[in-house]
């Protein structure tokens, strides 16, 4: 069974960075992509990157592009989202998600726990 396992969030002040890690496993092919939604207070939940593992292609949402930044390390089946200059805006439950295609999007099979994300003003 794919499992995902999500690691970072917290509390931060607007203008400060946080990492978010996505460790998966499971996965029979390396044919596969990592990304993340967010999704917050009364918000519908937007897409933020994705990367496949397969190639390393990168997409970001218009909102976090030129400050979030997503990369992995393909031998510990692991992707990370590096979130800089972070906006209050920003605050939101991320997910992690993954599935045996590229780009991300809401229809993947494998999402991890949310990990929350704060940023104060």
């Known amino acids: 069974d794919v499992q995902l396992q999500a690691f970072g969030g917290g509390l931060v002040q607007a203008g400060g960075s946080l990492r978010l890690s996505c460790k998966a496993s499971?996965?029979?092919?390396?044919?596969?992509?990592i990304g993340w939604f967010r999704q917050a207070p009364g918000k519908e939940r937007e897409g933020v990157s994705c990367i496949s593992m397969w190639d390393g292609s990168t997409n970001y949402a218009d909102s976090v592009k030129g400050r979030f930044t997503v990369s992995s390390d393909v031998a510990k089946n692991t992707a990370y989202l590096q979130l800089n200059s972070l906006k209050p805006e920003d605050t939101a439950i991320y997910y992690c998600v993954a599935d045996y295609y590229y780009p991300c999007n809401t229809l993947m099979d494998y999402w991890g726990q949310g990990t929350e994300v704060t940023v104060s003003s």
């Open positions: 499971g996965f029979t092919s390396g044919n596969y992509a």
